[in-house]
């Protein structure tokens, strides 16, 4: 399964509200996660069940979508928010996961 | 809360074979868990390479999977990664994962720099 990402780089202001975008090539049902990578940093967890915060992370981020369509929007950013962001579908069986190639959020 | 360490050479010669090894912690590799390899590059972003069960049971990237094999050692709560006849496209950071029975990568290694290079 191919996972697309939109846009590549998203630039934004600090304050702003920004929605990421994930398309899988074949339905996942909600089989689809969100991953937020600093730099120097292995991905962190945000999102899994296309809109399951994971624990300890924040209101501000929320996940939608469902089959080959999916969305993360982040409210109101802050400093520790620009990063590059990951989708990640794992509906196969047996697993044969796949990533989307990225977006990266940076300060405009 | 799980903690995953990658641990092997950062520096393997063209042909060879990549070993690296994941040591779990605070949690029992005998679990309804899948165990696994991602590796990242700037170019191809993050690539899983495959997952094991502790059983045995494997799952390969099938663009893989002819050069890699996959163990655990459950007495040692780890599991291992072995990639033969690297090429300089294999240079990547190495992540070990554990993944949920049909769910989510709920856990990252802090990640293995792995250079091929003679």
């Known amino acids: 399964i191919l996972m697309t990402q939109s846009p590549a780089t998203l630039s934004a202001s600090p304050g702003e509200s920004v929605t990421l975008s994930c398309r899988a090539s074949?339905?996942?049902?909600?089989?689809l996660a969100w991953y937020q990578q600093r730099p120097g940093q292995a991905p962190r967890l945000l999102i899994y069940?296309?809109?399951t915060r994971a624990t300890g992370i924040s209101a501000r981020f929320s996940g939608s979508g469902s089959g080959t369509e999916f969305t993360l929007t982040i409210s109101s950013l802050q400093s520790e928010d620009f990063a590059v962001y990951y989708c990640?579908?794992?509906?196969?069986?047996?697993?044969?996961?796949?990533f989307g190639q990225g977006t990266k959020v940076d300060i405009k | 809360q799980v903690q995953l360490q990658e641990s092997g050479p950062g520096l393997v010669k063209p042909s060879d074979t990549l070993s690296l090894t994941c040591i779990v912690s605070?949690?029992?590799?005998?679990?309804?868990?899948?165990w696994g390899w991602i590796r990242q590059t700037p170019e191809k972003g993050l690539d899983w390479i495959g997952f094991?069960?502790?059983?045995?049971?494997?799952s390969y990237n099938p663009s893989l999977g002819h050069r890699v094999t996959m163990s655990v050692d459950t007495a040692k709560n780890q599991f291992s990664l072995s990639m033969r006849s690297v090429t300089a496209a294999d240079t990547a950071t190495y992540y070990c994962?554990?993944?949920?029975?049909?769910?989510?990568?709920?856990?990252w290694g802090q990640g293995a720099l792995v250079i091929v290079s003679s």
């Open positions: 069940g296309a809109s």
């Open positions: 605070r949690h029992s590799i005998r679990g309804s868990d899948w």
């Open positions: 094991i069960y502790y059983s045995g049971t494997t």
């Open positions: 074949q339905g996942v049902n909600n089989n």
């Open positions: 990640h579908q794992y509906a196969d069986w047996p697993p044969e996961d796949t």
């Open positions: 994962v554990r993944r949920l029975w049909a769910d989510r990568i709920n856990n």
